[in-house]
């Protein structure tokens, strides 16, 4: 069987399935090419874990990419600066590759400076290094108000910004200055996780409202200054602003012409296939519409479970089988609500006629299956 070349773009979550899968599944007859900008994959899931102090040693979040190359899977890490959908070529700073197959699994980027005055005055809490930070400045925080600001949809993991607010609010607690402060938090979503339907969104509304955390629905932020924030119809006073900055699809995607009027990859959500033949892509960096007329979040579980469909529908070609195994649309995630407890959201996004989302109550198990989560995957890169 003459050679195959798959180039896999981006190192996260999803492109690190898709390699590590291939390269068990398909051991003779292909060249599997990573490609990423950083040497490092980083648990984002963990900033959690550090803005509380629950993890200091960050070393522990990382895994070493290059370790692959034991597993038959080069690795370049280079920044990728054009991918010709026609040529089936990818070009990096060094390399131009042609490709059978090119899987863009290149997720979402961070656009902090399309809000005027977010980067100066909130602490980003997508940012590896800023929520180092926010862990220093809530460790000296000693009262006042603190705000949980959702910036723009779509963004990735819908739970984060709620539990970063259930984690400072249990923090302050434990730290004694509860009753001298006040958690709010503010989001252009008129629910909760809205994707997941009215009873999930009442029950996280009602978690918040048990932890006296302030909810700010529709709120739509539209520049920051020192202390304050305005918003379409009013505004609010903060000390220490926590983020969610506004995220958009790298550039050399749309320059590519891979993305659609909504700025993301449109892919069909069994296969993952673009309009492209031979051209994949998955995680954040794709538009899936649901049946209720919402897009599939972004998060690492679909990511992941898209990754061993794009590596089964490869492996197929290979092969010449004809049978993969498909995304389906099932998700799950743990939603941290502080004192060691999580609650847990699962379901079928694919669901007709809308997602089939159920939230079970809050338990120490739950978190210690959260905790478990995240070794594994940074566990199945170091695997030799
Ligand atoms: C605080 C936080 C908590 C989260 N918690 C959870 C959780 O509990 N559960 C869950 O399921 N999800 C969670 N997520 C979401 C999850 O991390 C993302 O959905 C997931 O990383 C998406 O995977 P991906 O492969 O699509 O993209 P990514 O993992 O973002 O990988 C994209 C890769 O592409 C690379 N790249 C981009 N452009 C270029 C370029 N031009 N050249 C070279 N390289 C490039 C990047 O360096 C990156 O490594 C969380 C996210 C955050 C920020």
Known sequence: ???????????????????????????????????????????????????????????????????LAGRGIEFISEEITGIDTSAMTVTTES??????FIVVALGASYVPEQIPGFAENAYNLYDGQEVKELAAALNNFAGGRIAVLVS???FKCPAAPYEAAFLIESLLRKKGIREKCTVDMYTPEWAPMPVAGDAVGSEIVGMLRDHNIGYFPDHMVLKVERGRMEFETDEAEFDLLVGVPPH??????????????????????????TRFPGIYALGDITSIRLHNGMSLPMAGVFAMNEGL????????SLSGSGTISGFEGDGFCFIEVGDGMAAYGSG???????PSIELASP??????????????ILESLRKE
């Open 1 to 67: 069987m003459a050679m195959k070349t798959v180039i896999i773009l981006g190192a996260g979550f999803g492109g690190l399935t898709v390699a590590t899968d291939l390269s068990t599944t398909v051991r003779e007859g292909v060249r599997i090419v990573l490609v990423d900008r950083k040497r490092k994959f980083y648990e984002c899931a963990l900033n959690l874990a550090v803005m509380t102090g629950e993890l200091v040693d960050t070393s522990l979040a990382e895994g070493d990419i290059s370790s």
């Open 95 to 100: 390399h131009s590759i042609r490709g059978d």
């Open 363 to 376: 338990s120490a198990e739950f978190k210690k299956q959260k905790d478990q989560f995240a070794a594994m």
């Open 152 to 154: 723009r949809t779509p």
């Open 309 to 316: 469909a794009v590596a089964s529908s490869i492996a197929s």
């Open 348 to 354: 079928n996004f694919y669901a007709r006629p809308r």
């Open 248 to 273: 958009e699809s790298p550039s050399v995607v749309s320059k590519a012409g891979l993305t659609d009027a909504t700025g993301w990859i449109p892919v069909d959500g069994r296969t993952l296939q």
